[in-house]
């Protein structure tokens, strides 16, 4: 198992840009979910997918839009950056219903200037 | 608004059991007390979680008190390598649509 993967690890970007982040998972689970974390701060939830086709919105989800069409994949894309999206985006993944862990992926650094 | 309150720091001497208090004092009856850490920059990892009684792992112990308003996260014997930022988060468990939400939680450092 590779567990959960984002691509790329490290990305720069232009003001208005648009760019997708990639996350994989090949554990079979129901739900995943994508944070932010900027310095010194804890993580911020930004979208969840409870399943394939269903998403919905975390506590920051302006300027971010994701889709689910696989179980396996759960891209974020960011339509036109700005500055105020650098920040380090951690992808997750559970089993919906069984109260477990959570795997996260290693991040991807994004800077916007 | 946040859910739990951690100390923003504490250090530890290595080979000392670390402690990590979390307060949980509006906690639900179906809601659990889960602990993760991020050490560096990497993603968190998953510790321990419980319900109401004391759980034990291979990485650490969850000592959860009766009336489930505080609990402790215990490192037997702290390592360098346990120096993090430690988060205690309460969730619905057994909840498809109940997602994670991290507070700032507590940076450790372990002393040699």
């Known amino acids: 198992n590779a567990g959960v993967t984002q691509t790329p690890k490290f990305q720069v970007l232009k003001t208005g840009q648009s760019m997708t982040l990639q996350c994989a998972q090949d554990?079979?689970?129901?739900?995943m979910s994508w944070y932010r974390q900027d310095p010194g701060m804890g993580l911020r939830l930004i979208h969840y997918s409870v399943g394939a086709g269903i998403t919905d919105q975390g506590e920051v989800p302006n300027g971010y839009n994701v889709s689910r069409s696989t179980t396996e994949d759960f891209p974020l894309r960011l339509l036109s950056a700005a500055p105020s999206q650098t920040s380090v985006y951690f992808c997750?993944?559970?089993?919906?219903?069984?109260?477990?862990?959570?795997?996260f992926g290693q991040g991807t650094r994004l800077t916007v200037v | 608004d946040a859910k739990t309150t951690q100390p923003t720091s504490m250090d530890c001497a290595e080979g000392r059991a670390a402690n990590l208090p979390c307060n949980h004092s509006?906690?639900?009856?179906?809601?659990?007390v889960y602990w993760y850490r991020q050490i560096h920059s990497q993603g968190p990892q998953y510790i321990i979680h419980g319900l109401k009684n004391n759980e034990t792992n291979e990485m650490a112990s969850l000592i959860i008190t009766e009336d489930r308003k505080s609990s402790t996260l215990i490192l037997p014997h702290a390592t360098l390598r346990d120096t993090a930022v430690y988060y205690c988060?309460?969730?619905?468990?057994?909840?498809?649509?109940?997602?994670?939400?991290f507070g700032k939680g507590t940076r450790l450092s372990v002393i040699a």
């Open positions: 988060i309460v969730r619905v468990a057994y909840s498809g649509n109940t997602p994670l939400v």
């Open positions: 509006t906690i639900s009856g179906n809601e659990y």
């Open positions: 997750a993944s559970s089993y919906s219903n069984r109260g477990t862990e959570a795997f």
């Open positions: 554990m079979n689970h129901e739900y």
